[in-house]
């Protein structure tokens, strides 16, 4: 990097998170000891990095996911609850429908000795 040349946003950031290789940090520094437009910039950088660290740190974390929670979200809605009913409803019928009928045999075969 040379001396008359503004460092990018980019060599900044890497500059401000310890992520910018050791010749172009060298360079860098000497850079920013002259200019102060550079600085202004390296300030912002950094600010700005605080600022998302911070707010990463101070988000709430997701809720865990539950089961129950969700299978008791999902009948406090009256349109799943009354198709839940009705799929089981007629579950119920089938199994009572099949217990019920009583099947004859095809054929019966007498064996004599």
């Known amino acids: 990097m040379e001396l008359n040349i503004h460092g990018t946003d980019d060599e900044l950031?890497?500059?401000a998170l310890g992520r910018l290789p050791e010749p172009d940090s060298s360079d860098l520094?000497?850079?920013l000891m002259l200019?102060?437009?550079c600085r202004t910039r390296l300030?912002?950088?950094e600010n700005f990095a605080l600022g998302m660290r911070r707010a990463l740190h101070e988000a709430p974390?997701?809720?865990e996911f539950s089961w129950k929670e969700f299978c008791l979200g999902l009948f406090k809605k009256p349109t799943f609850a009354l198709a839940f009913c009705a799929v089981a409803l007629l579950a119920l019928l089938a199994?009572?429908?099949g217990r019920s009928q009583k099947t004859l045999p095809v054929a019966s075969?007498?064996?004599i000795a």
């Open 13 to 15: 950031e890497n500059y």
């Open 29 to 31: 520094e000497d850079h």
């Open 35 to 37: 200019c102060e437009s």
């Open 43 to 45: 300030d912002y950088i």
């Open 61 to 63: 974390a997701p809720p």
């Open 95 to 97: 199994v009572y429908a």
């Open 109 to 111: 075969l007498q064996l």
